[in-house]
Nanobody, 118 residues
Framework: VQLQASGGGLAQAGGSLRLSCAASARAFGNLILAWFRQAPGKEREFLASIRWNPPLPAYADSVKGRFTISREYAKKTIHLQMNDLKSEDTGVYYC????????????WGQGTLVTVSS
């Protein structure tokens, strides 16, 4: 699976950003796509995932209610809508993919930087 993330940038606290991740794969039916974040000086953390079909989302408690993951079936793209941004949301955001039966994510995009100013 090849992944290409985009949409990062600078936002003010309380503002919004939308990240996108275009995926290329031989088959999508058994894939789970996800977003992770690595904040400065911290380990990479899981934020949200979505099963490709049916599109079942899951969220980390830290972003539940503020972030929404979705997928565009025809464009083979997932999005992460981020609202009410906080300074602690600053970091590099990665999209990732794994097959349904796997425990770990094996495909990673290149990362996109999000900076939230207070």
């Amino acid at each position: 699976v090849q992944l290409q993330a985009s949409g990062g940038g600078l936002a003010q606290a309380g503002g919004s950003l939308r990240l996108s991740c275009a995926a290329s794969a031989r088959a999508f039916g058994n894939l789970i796509l996800a977003w992770f974040r690595q904040a400065p000086g911290k380990e990479r953390e899981f934020l949200a995932s979505i099963r490709w079909n049916p599109p079942l989302p899951a969220y980390a408690d830290s972003v539940k209610g503020r972030f929404t993951i979705s997928r565009e079936y025809a464009k083979k793209t997932i999005h992460l809508q981020m609202n009410d941004l906080k300074s602690e949301d600053t970091g590099v955001y990665y999209c990732a993919a794994r097959v349904l039966a796997a425990n770990e994510y094996s495909s990673w995009g290149q990362g996109t930087l999000v900076t939230v100013s207070s």
